[in-house]
C-alpha cells in the first residue's frame, strides 16, 4: 500500500473514524448511566437513538466506499507541493485530534460540575441564580409572608434546595420559616464572604446539558466547616433556617444544621 493510499484513508475516514469513536463514548456513558452528568435526562435515549443512526450510517460508509481507494490508488497527487504539505498537515492534525478523544474518553472518569464551575456561573449567598423555576416550589398553593409560598410543613420538608433557594428570595420574613423542618443535598461550595464559617449547599439546575446547567445554592452556617468537609463534598443536611450567625456573610439567614452528614455523589446529581 503506497503512502499516498495510506494519507488518502486518513484524510477520508478519519470523520467517519471520530464518530465512532464518539458513538462508542457516548454509548458506553448511557449504558454505564453516566450520561445524565453532561445532558437532561429526558434527552437520554433520544441521544442514543441518534448516535446509532449515525454509528451505522458511518458503517455503511465504509462498507460501500472502502474499495474506491484501492481503485484509486494510481491516481497520484499531481498538484503543487504546498498544497500537498498542507493537506498532509490538516489530515494529521485531524488524526490526532480523532486520537485525543479517544484517549480522553478511555483515561478521563465522567465528572459532574463543581464548585469553581458554580462560582463563575454567579452562585451567590443564599440565594438562587436567575434561571429555570422552581419546579414546584409555591406549588401553586398562593402566597405566605411577604409572597413566599404557603406551602405546608410536610410539604416544605421535602424541599430541594432548588425550591429552598428559591424561597429565600421570595421572603425573609423569619416566622415564615419557624418550624419548617430542612432536609438538603447538596455539594459544599465555599462562602464567597465568610469561607471559614459559611459554606453554601449547592446544586446545578439543568435545562438540556451541563454547559446550560445554573447553580442555586443555600448558606450553611457551620463554623470551622473545613475540618471536616472539603469543597465539592456532597453532604445531607437537616436543620432549620434561622438569622445568620455570621458577622461578615451577606446572607441574612442561613441553615443551621442539627445533623450534617458526607454522602456520595447521587445517581443524578442535577436538579431538573
Request: charged content about 15%.
Amino acid at each position: 500500500m503506497s503512502r499516498d493510499l495510506l494519507a488518502r484513508l486518513a484524510s477520508r475516514w478519519q470523520g467517519v473514524a471520530l464518530t465512532l469513536v464518539i458513538g462508542s463514548g457516548t454509548l458506553w456513558l448511557a449504558a454505564t448511566g453516566q450520561l445524565v452528568l453532561y445532558i437532561h435526562p429526558r434527552y437520554v435515549v433520544f441521544t442514543v437513538v441518534m448516535i446509532v443512526v449515525g454509528m451505522l450510517l458511518s458503517l455503511l460508509a465504509l462498507a460501500l466506499g472502502g474499495g474506491d481507494d484501492a481503485a484509486q490508488d494510481h491516481g497520484h497527487d499531481h498538484g503543487p507541493r504546498p498544497r500537498r504539505r498542507l493537506r498532509g498537515a490538516l489530515t494529521a492534525a485531524g488524526a490526532v485530534v480523532t486520537v485525543g478523544l479517544a484517549l480522553g474518553l478511555i483515561l478521563l472518569p465522567p465528572a459532574t460540575l463543581s464548585s469553581s464551575t458554580a462560582s463563575t456561573r454567579g452562585l451567590g449567598e443564599g440565594v438562587a441564580v436567575a434561571g429555570p423555576a422552581a419546579g414546584g416550589a409555591g406549588g401553586g398553593a398562593g402566597a405566605g409572608a411577604a409572597g413566599a409560598p404557603a406551602a405546608s410543613d410536610a410539604a416544605t420538608a421535602k424541599y430541594t434546595v432548588l425550591q429552598w433557594a428559591t424561597t429565600l428570595r421570595q421572603t425573609s420574613d423569619l416566622s415564615f420559616y419557624e418550624n419548617k423542618r430542612v432536609d438538603v443535598t447538596g455539594f459544599v461550595s465555599p462562602s464567597p464572604t465568610d469561607p471559614a464559617d459559611t459554606f453554601i449547599v449547592t446544586r446545578f439546575v439543568i435545562t438540556c446539558c451541563a454547559v446550560d446547567a445554573q447553580p442555586v445554592g443555600v448558606t450553611v452556617y457551620a463554623p470551622n466547616w473545613r475540618s471536616s468537609l472539603k469543597p465539592d463534598q456532597w453532604v445531607r443536611i437537616t436543620g432549620a433556617f434561622t438569622a445568620n450567625p455570621s458577622r461578615t456573610s451577606t446572607a441574612s439567614i442561613a441553615l443551621v444544621p442539627r445533623s450534617l452528614t458526607p454522602v456520595a455523589r447521587p445517581a443524578d446529581p442535577y436538579l431538573t
